[in-house]
Structure formats: C-alpha cells, structure tokens
C-alpha cells in the first residue's frame, strides 16, 4: 500500500489532523433538509462545533443562545445526540495546539446566568474552558 506524503510532515511524523477543514467539507455534504435519520441511523453531532458553528446575536440572554442553539439542532437533526469533550479546569495536552491555532490567549471567565444579556465577542467568551463549560451545564 502506497501513502500519499502529503500525510507526512518529516520521516515516521504524521501531519497534524485539519479538524477546521474536515468539519467544513462534511457540512458542506450535509443536505439542508435533512431532519430524520436515514433508516436505523442516529445524528451524533459535535457539540463544540456547533457551539462555534452557529451565530450568537450580541445582547442575546445566554438562555436566549441556548434556546437558539436547541432550536437550530431540532430543525436540522431532529432527535440528535449532542456530545462534548468536557472542558474543565484540568490542564490539557492540547492546551498548547489550540492556544497556537487561535492565536491568541484564553478570554476572562464569565460568571453569568441565563437571563443575563451577553457582552461579549463569542470568539473571546468560547476560548475560556470554564465558560463553555458553564455554558453546557447552564
């Protein structure tokens, strides 16, 4: 079996995966009015992509992005399963990568609660680990 070597970035060294470009060539496939399974098939969709996937509306309550959110995956998907890495306060291997693929450092925490207007860029809220935990468990 031949390996194409735009696989390798040196000898016996794997690239690193282009998760950002698989994800957009996959939503790029999807059908936009797909909102069953097909069959006996069942949606599992990436929750932190979707997190960054789907437009937040400055001055939105944070449950007014979650309702959003929720609404968005039920038109879509209709009964899908939402799973997320887990983002809590324990230091990561790929803490360095994502810190060099963003290009800049984690935002401040936010304490907030559901009735709560956002004020902040989602980019800046979404690149602290303890927000987008919070706002997964909110």
């Known amino acids: 079996m031949q390996l194409s070597t735009s696989l390798f970035a040196g ?3 794997l690239r690193p995966a282009n998760k950002p470009a698989l994800a957009d060539a996959i939503w790029s496939l999807m059908q936009d009015d797909m909102t ?3 069959g006996q098939s069942q949606y ?3 929750g932190g992509s979707l997190l960054h996937r789907i437009p937040w509306q400055h001055g939105s309550t944070y449950d007014g992005i979650c309702e959003r959110y929720t ?5 879509k998907y209709g009964k899908a399963v939402i799973v997320s890495d887990g983002y809590e306060n324990d230091m990561s291997t790929k803490d360095g990568a994502h810190q060099r693929r963003t290009g800049r450092r984690e935002g401040p925490k936010v304490d907030f609660s559901g009735e709560m207007p956002m004020k902040s860029k989602k980019e800046e809220f979404l690149s602290n ?3 987008k935990q919070s706002f997964i468990l909110c």
């Open 11 to 13: 000898k016996h060294v």
């Open 36 to 38: 069953e399974p097909v």
């Open 44 to 46: 599992v969709l990436d």
């Open 71 to 75: 609404n968005y995956v039920t038109r």
């Open 129 to 131: 680990k303890d927000n």
